[in-house]
């Protein structure tokens, strides 16, 4: 027990970092994900093979590599971040990549019923998906969101690699130093599970909400 | 096939040629649409003077959706020109500038077999959504133009629902009401009442009747309800494989059609 109050202080600081690190990398993957999302259905070879590409690339790579790749090989050509940047924009490129996918499947789900009434409403493009699309695809988007908000929490224990202290990198440090790696280990498992509840209640509510009210109640012929 | 006559080296005059005032609210001319080795619509000419009446009828598959969708701009023609009053959509099987779209597409409302109500709004901000975003009208006078429609297609009490807690005759008349707020001069009906329980069509058919009465609107009315299409129309079309087989007066066509393939389907479908 004294040895947990002499740790706890560094675990705290760590659970802070995982926590600034999955709202951070989860708010830049959100853009991240709109953006390449709704580009990729701009219906323009220049556009669309570029992000389909980035797409499958970050999607079918390891995201490990991909983050020592970037702390890495990127510095040796001149391009050098903070470890936390470095970090941050490596999960929020690899989710990004999930994200647009949820995007555009989310918006091509809407019914075609719907760009039918809004063009016959003389609706310019802009507007159609501002007021009539995205509106309806956001709440088919919000349950992956949410799992994906837990992803990313897990997955930011893999910029310990790259010297970040965040959560379990605090932990393997103070194993080092002083042992203990039952409770140690056993302390940083708890505390993730403690972060994750947030991310869990969340979820439900998303889940609950998805469809609701909006839904049509379109007839079937 | 007709044989144009072309005096040589003379002024080729325009069938259609007319001053503005009497420019037709609706002209197709020499329209093909082909869904890959598909011609849904083959080679048809029509024309629909201001405030007419037009009930498009024929055997599923004949293109008469197709027909409604490329007048919205939902679909583009193959080859020809469509023409709204005197502006052209599209011409040479090519669609124009979006820009000089619009302006024409303002003067045409549709209604769908489907409602296509905005399911995330209420019905009273599905009638105010297009003239608020679209003519940028101030939203007290959206809400007024939007009540006032509502009142007129009986749903008073109900701008409040949501789509999802109206019957389906409910959400179609919403959906006409959503079509007049932008105050269009020419109405597309593409089988209004087919999704729609038999103990309810009528309630629609009474709205689009009393706009028929009310309104110098000129509506082309896809249906198969052949009574309907009887009296609600001008002239009755009936078509076949993308053609038009033969047109005419309601009483008379159904009466006694001209076209045997016409009688055939008359027959056909008041069995
Ligand atoms: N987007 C499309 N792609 C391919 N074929 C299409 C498409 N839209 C329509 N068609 C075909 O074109 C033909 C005419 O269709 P259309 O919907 O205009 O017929 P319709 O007269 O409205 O029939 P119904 O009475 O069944 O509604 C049909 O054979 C249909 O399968
Ligand atoms: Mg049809």
Redesign the interface.
């Known amino acids: 027990m004294d040895f947990l109050l002499q740790i706890y202080p560094a675990l705290l600081r760590g659970a802070f970092v995982t926590m600034l690190l999955t709202l951070t990398s989860g708010a830049a993957a959100l853009a991240v994900g709109f953006a390449v999302g709704l580009a990729r259905l701009i219906p323009s070879r220049w556009v669309s093979v570029p992000l389909t590409i980035y797409v499958e690339v970050f999607r079918n790579t390891s995201s490990l590599v991909q983050i020592f790749y970037f702390f890495f090989v990127l510095p040796l050509v001149g391009i050098r971040f903070e470890a936390f940047t470095t970090g941050c924009a490596v999960l929020a490129l690899n989710f990004g990549a999930y994200l647009s996918e949820v995007v555009r499947s989310s918006i091509l789900s809407v019914?075609k019923?719907?760009y039918?009434?809004a063009?016959?409403?003389?609706?310019?493009v802009l507007?159609r998906y501002r007021?009539?699309i995205i509106?309806?695809a956001i709440p088919v988007m919000l349950p992956a969101f949410g799992n994906y908000a837990l992803e990313m929490l897990k997955a930011t224990s893999l910029v310990s690699l790259i010297t970040i202290t965040e959560l379990t990198f605090s932990g393997a440090q103070l194993v080092q130093f002083y042992g203990h790696p039952t409770e140690i280990y056993l302390s940083i498992f708890v505390i993730y599970l403690i972060l994750a509840i947030p991310f869990i209640v969340l979820n439900r509510n998303l889940e609950k909400r998805a469809g609701g009210?909006?839904?049509?109640?379109?007839?079937t012929? | 096939m007709g044989i144009a006559v072309i005096p040589k080296g003379g002024h080729v005059l325009d069938k259609f040629e007319s001053p503005a005032s009497e420019l037709p609210a609706v002209e197709f001319v020499d329209v093909s649409k082909s869904f890959g080795a598909l011609r849904v619509i083959d080679n048809l000419s029509l024309r629909i003077r201001r405030s007419e009446r037009v009930s498009l009828i024929g055997p599923s598959g004949s293109g008469k959706t197709t027909i409604l969708r490329l007048l919205?701009?939902?679909e583009k023609p193959s080859e020809g020109t469509i023409k709204v009053f005197g502006g052209a959509l599209s011409a040479g099987g090519r669609g124009l500038r979006?820009s000089e779209v619009?302006p024409l597409?303002?003067k045409?409302?549709?209604v769908?077999?489907?409602?296509?109500?905005?399911?995330?709004m209420t019905a009273l901000a599905n009638v105010m959504?297009?003239p608020v975003?679209?003519l940028r009208m101030p939203k007290p006078d959206a809400k007024a133009l939007a009540e006032s429609l509502l009142e007129r297609v009986g749903l008073k009490e109900k701008g409040a629902s949501?789509?999802?807690?109206?019957s389906?005759g409910q959400?179609q008349r919403v959906?006409i009401a959503?079509?007049l707020a932008?105050k269009p001069q020419i109405m597309l009906f593409d089988e209004i009442t087919?999704?729609?329980d038999p103990e309810v069509i009528g309630e629609v058919l009474d709205v689009v009747h009393s706009l028929a009465h009310e309104t110098k609107m000129a509506m082309l009315v896809v249906t198969h309800e052949m009574g309907f299409a009887r009296d609600i129309a001008d002239r009755v079309i009936f078509m076949e494989k993308g053609r038009i087989v033969e047109e005419g007066n309601p009483a008379k066509l159904f009466a006694s059609p001209d076209n045997i393939r016409t009688k055939a389907f008359l027959n056909a479908v008041k069995r």
Request: glycine share 4%.
């Open positions: 019914d019923g719907q039918h009434a063009i016959a409403l003389n609706m310019p507007l007021r009539i509106p309806q009210k909006w839904k049509a109640r379109v007839p012929t | 919205m701009t939902l979006e619009a597409r303002a045409i409302g549709m769908f077999q489907q409602f296509n109500l905005f399911p995330h959504e297009a975003q679209v949501y789509p999802s807690e109206l389906g959400q959906a959503r079509a932008m087919s999704a729609l």
